[in-house]
């Protein structure tokens, strides 16, 4: 054991190298291998040329989420390419031997939401997927990134992955939250502060009363957002919070109480030193709308879209200007004067059960705008179940919302949930680039509660004044 | 993999920031289920009108780009999606090489499994680059640059040579074109004696 001391990083790193062939980048083990269909196929290709099998099929989950429809799940998928590539993921399950979450079980659904959910996703493990969004699973202390197709089936030939050790990045944040303020009020203010590529080479911890503060899904809100601040990884030491998260569930540890005891080692050592420190106020949080085409293009709910020359940067400002065009805006306008379309409230940022429940007490005893149609599509088949439980289904399908199947659908719009050119839409994802949700559409990002508050009002309103019912 | 030495070619100049894999290769084309054929839809809602023709005002469509196989950009090239169609689509179009200052983790690690260079260079040297480009173009001819991965080096003919970084291992494996999962599995005894030692983390469920 080494002296020094440690950070979290430092410790799941050190567990996880097997070997540095001289000359060579380490080669890190991977606890956890989650696939999908849309990165995968040409990995499972690639492994039947070469004649290779999966090392650990056993440590490998599958689930069909990014392109699968969310209507109604009896009928067939119309879409052939689509169908193709899901009896694809079906079918290489099926030979490689992976367990395969499949359309009609109740715990497919997005990869990152499905992963906690069934205790799949542990403290201190290393955890990769073909999805730049695999960082969510670091919210329960482990190392957790998205890695390209070429790695997934180095992945799957060999269980680990060739690595560099990235450099460690805290970010803290201090204090309480103000009332009306989210994790996605948080993770959006700090990658507008941070930058899209602040992160670039570096795993994110979050720290800070703040964010310990935060229980087990909001985490997953803030790790999740890492990488659009360049990120691949975003981790919060494991807690109470998590330990009472994962205890029970599916795949969680036969022996819980002694998985407990190992996990309360990992937290970073007093006085561990990070190569960076970025420091936040909880306090300086209202909030947040993005304006742009990046989610660092972001201002509060209370301010003004700005214009393309307050910019200092060259970049910056060309950004700007491109954003603004694209998304038909004007500086100077009231972000609470802005008129949408669509509200979407869904996506791995934000559609688990208390995702939902912030919403549908927003909506509760209001209706959407007659301007606007929008979607809730959970995360899960499990959290749809639970929300029809708690009678949420009720409460959007009273108010105007359409209530959909679990998927990815219109966070990036593979299937057929997309945006129609220069429609403008509220949504809860994690992406506002051009054509994100639809070719042409205009995406803002913000959290349920201001998404929910939106589609009642047409417009985006201060989440902090609303009239509960 | 194919391996990569030395390659001259045509700079294509996208004066653009934070370039991400979204719009180098749309959503649209992620369902094909081949590695193959992906340049006909790379930067598809930039390069094409909706009406299916070249859009002129997309700088790979003007005539200083025609033919170019080295990209040039500005900062944090290739963020968002880890979909490596972004590196499949900008290799099959012809690209062997992608000049920024600074490019998104996942995209520089995928350019490596497919034969093709991530180059950073300083702020300053890509706004050289960048203007000896625009001068060629203003000159009704085209920029050309030489990558040297032998030599880490990219240079022109008019007296630009700056060298560039990387990992030894990755430039090893490109010259040699070495398929990675070959040489991990070379070491596949370490590997099962470290999950020996472990006992494996239990999997139940």
Redesign the interface.
């Known amino acids: 054991m080494p002296s020094t001391p440690r950070t979290l990083l430092d410790k799941i790193w050190d567990n996880h190298v097997v070997f540095t062939p001289p000359g060579e980048l380490p080669l890190v083990y991977v606890d956890r291998h989650l696939v999908h269909e849309v990165t995968s196929p040409q990995a499972f290709e690639g492994l039947r040329l070469a004649g290779r099998r999966v090392r650990r099929p056993e440590a490998t989950f599958a689930t069909p989420d990014h392109n699968v429809p969310t209507s109604d799940r009896r009928l067939p998928i119309a879409d052939p390419v689509s169908k193709q590539q899901i009896d694809t993921l079906r079918a290489n399950c099926q030979e490689f031997g992976v367990r395969l979450f499949d359309l009609d079980d109740v715990d497919q659904g997005i990869v990152h939401v499905i992963g906690p959910e069934l205790g799949i996703t542990q403290p201190g493990m290393t955890i990769v997927c073909g999805d730049s969004h695999t960082a969510t699973h670091g919210a329960l202390g482990a190392l957790a990134f998205g890695i390209g197709t070429s790695e997934v089936e180095h992945v799957l030939a060999t269980q680990t992955l060739r690595q560099g050790k990235p450099k460690s990045l805290e970010v803290r944040v201090d204090g309480t939250l103000p009332p009306g303020v989210t994790a996605k009020d948080i993770v959006l203010y700090l990658i507008g502060k941070l930058s899209t590529e602040g992160g670039v080479g570096h795993v994110i911890e979050y720290t800070g009363e703040c964010i310990r503060s935060l229980g087990m899904e909001q985490r997953m809100t803030v790790c999740n957002m890492s990488i659009e601040a360049g990120a691949r990884a975003g981790m919060i030491a494991p807690d109470a919070v998590t330990f009472d998260y994962l205890r029970g569930r599916d795949y969680a540890p036969k022996d819980f109480d002694a998985a407990v005891a190992a996990w309360e080692k990992l937290p970073s050592d007093p006085g561990a030193v990070y190569d960076r420190v970025e420091i936040f106020r909880a306090a300086d949080v209202v909030p947040q709308v993005t304006w742009g085409t990046n989610p660092a293009q972001v201002t509060g709910v209370d301010a003004v879209v700005p214009d393309a020359v307050s910019f200092a940067d060259p970049n910056d400002r060309s950004s700007a200007a491109r954003a603004l065009e694209y998304m038909g805006l004007e500086g100077g306008t009231r972000i609470v004067d802005i008129p949408l379309d669509r509200v979407f409230i869904g996506s791995c940022t934000n559609s688990r059960i208390e995702d939902l429940r912030a919403a549908a007490s927003v909506v509760r005893g209001y209706r959407v705008a007659s301007t606007v149609r929008a979607m809730v599509v959970p995360g899960s088949g499990r959290v749809k179940r639970q929300a029809e439980q708690e009678g949420l289904d009720r409460v959007f399908r009273e108010a105007g919302f359409d209530w959909r199947e679990a998927g990815c659908s219109m966070c990036l719009g593979m299937n057929p949930d997309t945006l129609a050119p220069r429609e403008r839409c509220a949504s809860t994802s994690n992406r506002n680039f051009e054509g994100r949700q639809g070719k042409g559409g205009r995406t803002h990002l913000v959290s349920p509660a201001m998404a929910a508050a939106a589609a009642v009002s047409g417009h985006f309103v201060d989440i902090r004044d609303w009239q509960y019912k | 993999m194919q391996s990569f030495t030395t390659h001259s070619g045509i700079v294509a100049p996208l004066?653009?920031?934070?370039v991400?894999t979204?719009?180098i290769i749309?959503?649209?084309f992620?369902?094909?289920?081949?590695?193959t054929g992906f340049g006909q839809y790379l930067f598809f809602?930039w390069r094409f009108l909706p009406d299916g023709s070249a859009n002129p005002e997309f700088e790979l469509n003007q005539p200083p780009a025609a033919g170019a196989s080295i990209l040039l950009a500005?900062?944090?090239f290739g963020?968002?999606?880890?979909?490596?169609h972004a590196?499949w689509a900008l290799a099959d179009y012809g690209f062997r090489a992608v000049i920024a200052p600074?490019?998104?983790?996942?995209f520089f690690?995928?350019c490596f499994?497919?034969g093709m260079v991530p180059i950073r260079l300083d702020e300053a040297d890509v706004d050289e680059l960048f203007r000896r480009a625009t001068a060629a173009a203003a000159a009704g001819g085209q920029y050309s640059l030489r990558v040297d991965l032998q030599a880490c080096t990219v240079s022109d003919d008019a007296g630009f040579t700056r060298s560039f970084a990387v990992?030894?291992?990755?430039r090893?494996c490109l010259l040699e074109g070495h398929d990675?999962?070959d040489?991990?599995?070379r070491?596949?005894d370490?590997?099962t004696a470290?999950?020996a030692d472990r006992g494996?983390?239990?999997?139940?469920?």
Request: aromatic letters at 6%; hydrophobic letters at 30%; glycine letters at 4%.
């Open positions: 004066d653009r920031a934070n991400d979204d719009q749309p959503k649209q992620l369902k094909r289920i081949e590695r809602d500005r900062r944090n963020c968002g999606s880890s979909r490596e590196p600074t490019f998104a983790d996942i690690n995928n499994q497919n990992d030894p291992f990755r090893q990675d999962i040489l991990s599995l070491h596949a370490k590997i470290w999950e494996l983390p239990a999997l139940s469920g």
